[in-house]
């Protein structure tokens, strides 16, 4: 779309399972205001959306302005999508959200242009282009936390493939016939060790073995998945968000190791892992940058 202009509003929003965070940005992409709400997701469809206007009528009225003024609304939600058609196909932590018409919904009612988007795919996009990525061109993001998410950025722009579904690493099977996100996400890891992964940077400093064999079985597991990433698309950079990333080099420098040995070429093996910079507001602001293809 085109952004030029005075006085231009945008709005992105973070549609999460159990919060709703909805910034509004002015044309030179400053964050105006921010609200967060609860999801309320059990309640359904309706609530969720009714929410949804919610938030972004609560921003709004702080820039003092309406929704219908908004110059576009981009939004991240956790489930696939239809980029081209905003719709959303699953989202498995909002009851009732399947085949659901964002776009249509949105736009219907305040005569704006929406964009739909998977939100790892947008918090891939907003560390690209104003985060830990900036300034490269080939660009690997994952996100570690209740699941695992991933987006492909390329010169920029998200990497959709064939039908929008390129980047779900957290799906990649497993040869015992789980996925990657049943072993290596937050949950699966305190299934496992009894042990959450907020602690572990806590325990492992009071030498726990318990903690040392969960911060292990993650970076074993993330680093070779990593290092088959970097062999595959041979990225300049891989970001590394989500809860996980707040361990900082206890989990990103063991991650490095096994990608420097298990990657193909000299490129692959060399490729700069860093953590995440902008953090829980990486969804929202990633939504409005939907809005300045």
Avoid at 97 to 122: G, H, Q
Avoid at 124 to 148: D, K
Avoid at 154 to 166: F, P, V
Wanted: glycine share 12%; aromatic share 6%.
């Amino acid at each position: 779309m085109n952004n030029s202009g005075k006085n231009r509003f945008f709005a992105g929003i973070d549609l999460g399972g159990t919060k709703i965070l909805t910034v509004v940005t002015d044309s030179k992409k400053n964050v105006l205001a921010r609200t967060r709400i609860p999801t309320e997701a059990s309640g359904g469809v309706g609530t969720v959306m009714d929410n949804i206007f919610k938030s972004l009528d609560i921003s709004c009225r702080e820039c003092g302005i309406s929704a219908e003024n908004l110059s576009g609304i981009g939004i991240g939600v956790p489930g696939p999508v239809n980029y081209e058609k905003g719709l959303v196909y699953d989202c498995p932590n909002l009851a009732g959200w399947k085949n659901i018409e964002v776009r249509k919904i949105i736009s219907e009612r305040l005569n704006v242009p929406v964009f739909v988007e998977n939100d790892a795919r947008v918090a891939g996009l907003a560390e690209t282009r104003l985060g830990a990525a900036r300034g490269f061109r080939h660009v690997f993001y994952i996100t570690v936390s209740t699941g695992i998410g991933s987006a492909i950025i390329i010169d920029g722009k998200i990497y959709h493939g064939a039908d929008g579904a390129a980047g779900e690493f957290g799906q990649m099977k497993l040869l015992d016939g789980s996925i990657l996100e049943q072993k290596f996400a937050g949950p699966a890891v305190e299934r496992l060790f009894g042990l959450p992964t907020t602690q572990l940077a806590e325990l492992i400093e009071k030498n726990d073995q318990g903690a040392k064999a969960a911060l292990s079985h993650i970076t074993n597991g993330l680093g070779i998945f990593l290092a088959n990433v970097a062999t595959l698309l041979n990225p300049q950079i891989i970001v590394v968000g989500g809860g996980v990333s707040q361990l900082g080099d206890l989990i990103l420098n063991p991650i490095r190791e096994k990608v420097s040995a298990f990657a193909f070429s000299i490129s692959a093996k060399n490729v700069k892992i860093v953590p995440a910079a902008l953090h829980t507001d990486s969804g929202a602001i990633g939504a409005v940058e939907l809005l300045f293809n």
